[in-house]
Structures are given as structure tokens and as C-alpha cells.
């Protein structure tokens, strides 16, 4: 694991990262991403700010389709789940794939329920109808999340390339919905709200990020998202 010298979360660990560098599912932080079924994924070069990535291309997903993530962080917040975190991810939607629910992130581990982070059909991004900013289509953009399950308000912030877009409630707090357990899906829906699209680096912290420590990550890169 790395720690993360940023602004006000100087203490934040990196527990798990993946850039696709190896054109595989391969951690460079943490443990390997795992296929959630029989997920159709590849891989290919693609141009971010002027320089050539490897990224992964993945699918629409149905509900047996997706990718296991294990975030490796311990249960903090005050409860008996992971409540406090900050998911990082480089993501292109190409046009084809605009205008429809996108999930991306599914605290289910079975896939039983609704997804609890979305692209809306407006291109926004968010959940329980409260969706921000704008994810445009074939363009690479950061978006990151922050929760912190144990305020009793505003419990999660949302960022694209660097700029608080949104800031919401949520209907659950400590150990509720949004908690994580070991494991979370990436890129699924229970229902099929999915769609194509490719990323090119995911990272996910122990510690709700400051507005400070997203604005210096920015947009998204070729190299992926910074560790350290």
C-alpha cells in the first residue's frame, strides 16, 4: 500500500490501484481485479493529453458480467464496514454509449440490487436522482467520489477532472447501502443500466479526500492516476 502526501489527507493510503498497463487485470496497488462471471474485456491503445495509454475496453455489462474489485480497506468510520473512502476513476464513454444509465460502482458483491454510482442519461454523475456535472462523450475525464458515511449530512462529493461538481446526501449513512464490504462490482447493474466505455486507471483511498487533494489530481493522464 502507498500513502498519499496530499493536502489536508496527508495520512490517506492508496490500498488499491489499477492501470491496465500489462493489458490484463493486474494491481499495481493492492489485489488483482477479478472477472465477475464471463466478462468480454479487452484492451487498446488510446491518446490521453497528447500521450498513448493501454487502456481497458468493457462491455455492457449484464448482471452476471462486471469486475470484482478488493479495496483491502479495514472497516473505519466508526461502524463495523468500510463508511469512509474516495474512488478515483479515468473513465471515456464513447458517443454510442451517452444518453442511458451507466453504473460503475456496486457495493452488492451478488449483483442483487441497484448499482450505487451512475452515469444518468444526462451524462451526470451521482445517485438517488441527484446527478452533477458533465461527463461528455468520447472525452477522458477523472471522476472521483468521496463518501463519508458517518456525517449526518453531505455524505458524498463529486468531482470531475479536479472540480467539486456536486455535493448530496444520501438515504443511508453508517453501515448502511453505501458501505463496502471486502469486495464491490465495477461496472455493472443488477437490471443491465450499463453501457461500453474505457478506462484507463481506477484508485480508491481509506479516507474521504479533500477538495484540495482532488483539484491537484486534476484531469485524467496517459500515466494514470498519481499514487504519491
Known amino acids: 500500500m502507498l500513502s498519499l502526501a496530499l493536502g489536508g489527507a496527508a495520512h490517506a493510503t ?5 492501470d491496465f498497463n500489462s493489458s490484463n487485470l493486474t494491481a499495481t496497488v493492492g489485489t488483482d481485479l477479478a472477472d465477475f462471471g464471463v466478462t468480454p474485456t479487452t484492451f487498446t491503445t488510446a491518446t490521453i493529453g497528447g500521450s498513448n495509454a493501454i487502456v481497458m475496453n468493457f462491455p455492457a455489462a449484464d448482471a452476471t458480467q462486471g469486475y470484482i474489485m478488493t479495496h483491502g480497506i479495514a472497516p473505519n468510520g466508526g461502524g463495523s464496514f468500510v463508511n469512509q473512502f474516495t ?13 442511458v444509465f451507466r453504473g460503475l460502482w456496486q457495493t452488492s458483491a451478488a ?15 451521482g445517485i438517488e436522482g441527484a446527478y452533477s456535472g458533465t461527463v461528455l462523450p468520447d472525452t477522458w475525464h477523472r471522476v472521483a467520489f468521496v463518501f463519508d458515511l458517518a456525517l449526518p449530512a ?4 463529486k468531482y470531475i477532472d479536479g472540480t467539486l461538481v456536486g455535493t448530496q446526501n444520501l438515504g443511508a449513512g453508517l453501515d448502511g447501502r453505501y458501505t463496502l ?19 484507463n486507471s481506477i484508485q480508491i483511498h481509506d479516507v474521504p479526500l479533500t477538495d484540495t487533494d482532488l483539484f491537484a489530481l486534476g484531469g485524467a493522464t496517459a500515466a494514470g492516476i498519481p499514487a504519491s
Open 111 to 125: 449483483n442483487a440490487n441497484d448499482a450505487d454510482l451512475f452515469v444518468n442519461g444526462d451524462n451526470g454523475i
Open 181 to 199: 464490504d471486502p469486495t464491490v462490482l465495477l461496472f455493472t447493474d443488477e437490471d443491465g443500466e450499463t453501457a461500453a466505455g474505457f478506462v
Open 154 to 157: 453531505n455524505r458524498l462529493k
Open 14 to 18: 492508496v490500498t488499491g490501484q489499477w
Open 87 to 99: 474512488l478515483i476513476m479515468d473513465i471515456n464513454y464513447p458517443a454510442a454509449s451517452s444518453g
